[in-house]
C-alpha cells in the first residue's frame, strides 16, 4: 500500500511539474537507488522500512512538489517528500524561535525532562514556508519536517490533559 500511495504521490506531483513546464524529475526513493552488494539487500530494505517510498525531487522543483504535497493532505499517509533543499545547502538557517517541549509541562521532573528529549529540537512553526529553515519543524496543521524530508501527521487521538482524557 505504501509503495502504491507513493506512486499516486509522485504522479500528482510530475503531473503539476509538466503543466508547469518543467521536467517531471519526481521519483520514488527506492527506484532510484542501488544495492551494491545483493548480500546486503534485505537488510538495507528492512533498515530504510517505508523511507524507501519516500519522493525525490530536485531541488529546483522542490517547492512545486511541496505544494502539491501539501494539497494532498492525508492522502500521502505515511510517504514523505525528501527536503532537498536542506541537503543542497539551499534553505536558510536561523535559530530555533520555540519548540515544541516548551508547550508541555508536567510537575513530574523526569515527566519535563523526558518530553524535553523527545521534542526539544522541533521547532514551531507558524507557517508552512518556515519549516525548511529547521533541520525538525512541524505547523500546526500536521505538516511535519524531519532532517531532509517534509512529511503529514496522521490525526492522533489526544490523550493529553484533563479534557482529552473526559472525551476518553
Not at 509522485?10 to 519526481?26: S, V
Not at 492525508?74 to 536561523?94: F, H, N, P
Not at 508541555?104 to 518530553?115: D, I, N, Q, R
Request: aromatic residues 8%.
Amino acid at each position: 500500500p505504501d509503495q502504491d500511495r507513493a506512486k499516486r504521490v509522485c504522479q500528482a506531483i510530475n503531473r503539476e511539474l509538466a503543466q508547469q513546464g518543467m521536467e517531471a524529475d519526481a521519483r520514488i526513493l527506492c527506484e532510484i537507488l542501488t544495492v551494491q552488494e545483493p548480500d546486503w539487500q534485505a537488510c538495507i530494505e528492512a533498515c530504510l522500512g517505508n523511507r524507501r517510498f519516500d519522493i525525490f525531487v530536485s531541488p529546483r522543483h522542490y517547492r512545486t512538489a511541496k505544494r502539491v504535497f501539501e494539497h494532498l493532505k492525508a492522502e500521502v499517509g505515511q510517504v514523505s517528500l525528501l527536503d532537498i533543499l536542506l541537503w543542497s545547502g539551499m534553505a536558510e538557517k536561523t535559530p530555533p524561535p520555540r519548540n515544541f517541549a516548551a508547550k508541555v509541562t508536567s510537575e513530574k521532573w523526569l515527566a519535563k525532562y523526558y518530553v524535553q528529549n523527545l521534542l526539544g529540537q522541533i521547532v514551531c512553526c507558524d507557517t508552512s514556508e518556515a519549516l525548511e529553515a529547521y533541520p525538525q519543524s512541524a505547523t500546526k496543521d500536521l505538516l511535519r519536517h524531519y532532517p531532509y524530508r517534509l512529511a503529514r501527521l496522521r490525526t492522533p487521538v489526544l490523550y493529553i490533559g484533563m479534557e482529552a482524557r473526559k472525551q476518553q
